[in-house]
């Protein structure tokens, strides 16, 4: 008999952002989404009888919530005050309201994979399957699953 056990975890953030994008789009203004990422975990108990923390997860969200997350390929200066400088547009920022993520640009597709990789460092031997959803509405989402080794 083979026993699989997973958990779930869902948390809704509001954020804004923009994007680099080759052609014109509204995406390329400043704009805002409530997003919810949904977190699926497959893997043994670990000592504490946890597949992973909750709380982990938790503080990854309230890291997003409220600020402009911006590519670190965008940022001129970082110090007290961020500035950002992409699509004609020159931001200077309190750092305190801003999140910069090590990615090309700040898409759903991107977002999954920071969350991914901050899951990914913090998660124990135990776990052997990451699957993170990230909606920017309730019709559209990116989707990253990461198969650890051995699973």
């Excluded at 699926?40 to 108990?45: D, Q, S, T």
């Excluded at 000592?47 to 390929?73: Q, T």
């Excluded at 991914?116 to 699953?145: C, F, Q």
Aim: charged share 35%; hydrophobic share 35%.
């Amino acid at each position: 008999m083979k026993v699989i056990r997973k958990i779930y975890w869902t948390k809704d953030f509001d954020s804004s952002h923009f994007l680099e994008l080759p052609y014109e789009s509204k995406c390329l203004r400043i704009h805002g989404h409530t997003y919810r990422v949904e977190v699926e975990i497959e893997g043994e108990l670990n000592e504490n009888g946890m597949i992973f923390d909750f709380n982990h997860l938790s503080e990854l969200a309230k890291l997003l919530d409220h600020r402009l997350i911006v590519s670190e390929k965008w940022v001129k200066e970082s110090g007290e005050k961020i500035i950002v400088e992409k699509n004609g547009k020159r931001l200077e920022l309190p750092k305190s309201e801003v999140v910069i993520i090590d990615k090309p640009n700040v898409t759903a597709e991107y977002l999954a994979e920071w969350f991914t990789e901050r899951i990914l460092e913090k998660a124990g031997r135990n776990v052997r399957k990451i699957k993170v959803k990230v909606w920017e509405d309730p019709r559209s989402y990116a989707e990253i699953t990461l198969e650890l080794q051995g699973s």
